[in-house]
């Protein structure tokens, strides 16, 4: 398999400085010592970012311009993919940063803020063919600015200081796309470029009966049992269990037809007592699983997502929690958590720097680890799945995060309002669209 070229643009060690004159209190209004600041970025053709300034102590009688402060923040920075290294092939792209202060607000922070002033810097990603070459040997990394930068204010006031590290890195990923909707058993295809190739085959099924399909004992009764016990009386059991979505599994097969990954629902989705959605306080959840010694029926689990619909005022959202498994014991940790909109969808995305544990075989959780499509409610849905070629060192792997992403896109589905109606793929034998 062939990575496709991409480039992130990292924007770290972000602090802010401000003058002397700032920092004095003089009556009653926004002060930014006692504030939080903020700073607002701009790339063309990409979502505007937002992201913390923690303040740099700076006595008036102090030259600490060639100083790196002591605590900084990052922000989450901009990923360009093959379209997107086109279009800035052989010419500078601006960044644009604003920086204020104040409460964020609602519309990226610019209406609950007051502007302390703006920069701009021109970056050169290089063209297309050197972007290319790099992304493959993942050398050719590019520091546009290390360092304090002024920020132009209004004429007459003192101007303050922000401090950036801003530099783009080569980030292969492999790429690939489900050829239909997950619950129709579809084909993987990995794309590169204009090149569609088959790499996977998808089983999906939804058995009533199913009981993990050979998963361990211990994992069903921790993760299913207890929680369902403790939470449901008798008789909300018996009612709930008519309206339970339970037993969905998906199969990832590689071309010769060997199952390497798989997805199975081990807790159901069911509506809390009174209402028709599937709440935090007890949500579905699935393992992600990983053939176990040579016998095609028994797995080890290597993940676990928990889903749920999250209450948003006007539009509700699908909450999300993936856990990696640490031991054999059950232990796991957190590395992805979030919510993704039901009308509009969105993205499931996993961050190696907030990743502390190993997510694949090579050991490495640095840098971005996989990111996957998530459709609204009702819409098609052909997940597109990013996986970063340093999470993977053989098909298995990769199969792992395809497995994942349907995952994902299946719990949309699952927890839909249960006076919504599932399409036929999605139903047991005895339901009729619930």
């Known amino acids: 398999m062939d990575p496709c070229p991409f480039v992130r643009l990292i924007i770290e060690s972000l602090s802010l400085k401000l ?13 930014p010592t006692a504030t939080p600041c903020f700073c607002v970025l701009k790339l063309k053709g990409f979502p505007t970012q937002t992201a913390l300034l ?9 030259d600490s311009s060639s100083s790196a402060p002591e605590t900084t923040t990052s922000a989450p920075g901009f990923h360009l993919d093959a379209a997107a290294l086109r279009r800035v092939s052989g010419k500078p792209i601006p960044l644009r940063v604003s920086v204020y202060t104040g409460g964020m607000g609602r519309n990226c922070g610019v209406s609950g803020g007051r502007l302390l002033g703006k920069l701009q ?7 297309e063919k050197e972007n290319a070459a790099n992304s493959c040997s993942r050398s050719g990394t590019n520091v546009f600015q290390n360092g304090w930068l002024t920020l132009r204010c209004q004429p007459g006031k003192p101007a303050a200081r922000i401090h950036m590290v801003c530099r783009a890195e080569p ?7 489900f050829g239909g909707e997950p619950e129709c058993s579809p084909v993987v295809f990995q794309i590169q470029g204009c090149i569609r190739q088959p790499v996977f085959s998808c089983k999906f099924s939804a058995d009533r009966n199913s009981r993990s399909r050979s998963l361990l004992s211990d994992f069903n009764n921790a993760s299913s049992n207890g929680t369902w016990t403790k939470t449901f009386s008798t008789r909300e059991r018996e009612k709930a269990s008519r309206r339970e979505r339970k037993g969905w599994m998906i199969t990832i097969h590689d071309l010769s037809g060997s199952p390497v990954a798989a997805a199975s629902m081990i807790t159901p989705f069911v509506p809390s007592p009174g209402s028709d959605r599937v709440s935090r306080s007890n949500p579905g959840a699935w393992l992600i699983l990983r053939p176990h010694g040579f016998s095609v029926s028994t797995w080890k689990p290597w993940g676990r997502l928990e889903a749920w619909r999250e209450r948003g005022g006007a539009v509700d959202g699908l909450g999300y929690k ?3 498994m640490t031991d054999s014991n059950g232990g796991r940790v957190a590395i992805a958590e979030g919510s993704v909109g039901v009308r509009k ?3 499931f995305d996993i961050d190696g720097r907030t990743v502390r544990e190993p997510v694949s075989r090579s050991g490495s959780a640095k840098g971005f680890v996989m990111g996957s499509t998530v459709e609204g409610e009702g819409k098609v849905s052909r997940p597109v799945v990013q996986v970063g070629v340093q999470h993977v060192t053989c098909t298995g792997d990769a199969a792992l995060f395809v497995a994942l992403s349907a995952a994902v896109d299946l719990s949309m589905d699952a927890c839909r309002l249960f006076s919504s109606k599932l399409r036929k793929e999605l139903c047991h034998d005895d339901q009729d669209g619930l």
Not at 171 to 177: A, H, I, K, L, S
């Open 322 to 324: 993936f856990e990696l």
């Open 54 to 62: 923690p303040l740099c102590p700076s006595p008036p009688t102090t």
């Open 19 to 31: 003058p002397f004159a700032a920092t004095k209190p003089a009556g009653s209004g926004v002060h």
């Open 171 to 177: 980030d292969p990923r492999f790429v690939f796309q």
């Open 345 to 347: 969808g969105g993205r």
């Open 121 to 127: 810097l021109k970056l050169d990603l290089g063209d």
